[in-house]
């Protein structure tokens, strides 16, 4: 029953019961996080095994940094997958300074508890129609830079675009993702 409790609660909530120290919060928001943080992972990095170890180390910063999250600047939701696009990066980064070569990606496991799994879909579906609201070039300037691991200076010249309308379209584009998003995903 707590456990259901403490699914029902909002992420800053967790949050703060997190900086308190109760375990409980963590278990709590790993079952709300934990395969989305793998799913973001998993995309960046291309590797189940990698998607796993990131996804640990971004729960495991959250818990330590918990008490320093600060609502004035964005969501818990999207806190939490920035951890997880640059635990990726760097792992992805890592990787490829060590010129080491991965297995094929083992297949993505899916959670037993279809509660998760619906709101899961529910997330993906959100995010997805806010990401289809886009204009086509802002979208395509977002997936190169967060799934190509592009910087904005990259993305000009693989473009062609003038690197100030390169930022211009990004930052458009994630205020519009953030006006969205604001209130429908925790």
Not at 57 to 66: I, P
Not at 164 to 177: D, F, H, P, Q
């Amino acid at each position: 029953m707590a456990s259901v409790a403490a699914n029902r609660k909002p992420d800053e909530e967790l949050i703060g019961e997190m900086a308190a120290g109760r375990q409980d919060a963590l278990r709590a928001f790993h079952q709300r996080y934990g395969f989305a943080v793998t799913a973001v992972a998993r995309r960046i990095v291309g590797n189940q095994a990698d998607a796993e170890e990131v996804a640990a180390d971004v729960l495991w910063q959250v818990w330590r940094e918990s008490s320093r999250f600060d609502r004035g600047r964005g969501s818990a939701a999207a806190w939490v997958m920035m951890l997880a696009r640059s635990r990726a990066i760097d792992r992805l980064r890592a990787r490829k300074s060590r010129e080491r070569t991965d297995e094929d990606p083992a297949a993505e496991t899916m959670s037993d508890d279809p509660t998760l799994e619906i709101h899961s879909a529910q997330r993906r579906r959100q995010v997805g129609d806010a990401l289809a609201a886009l204009k086509s070039e802002e979208r395509e300037l977002l997936e190169l830079a967060y799934f190509s691991d592009l910087s904005q200076s990259e993305i000009a010249g693989r473009t062609g675009i003038a690197l100030g309308t390169v930022k211009s379209r990004m930052r458009a584009a994630m205020m519009k993702l953030r006006d969205a998003l604001k209130g429908r995903v925790e």
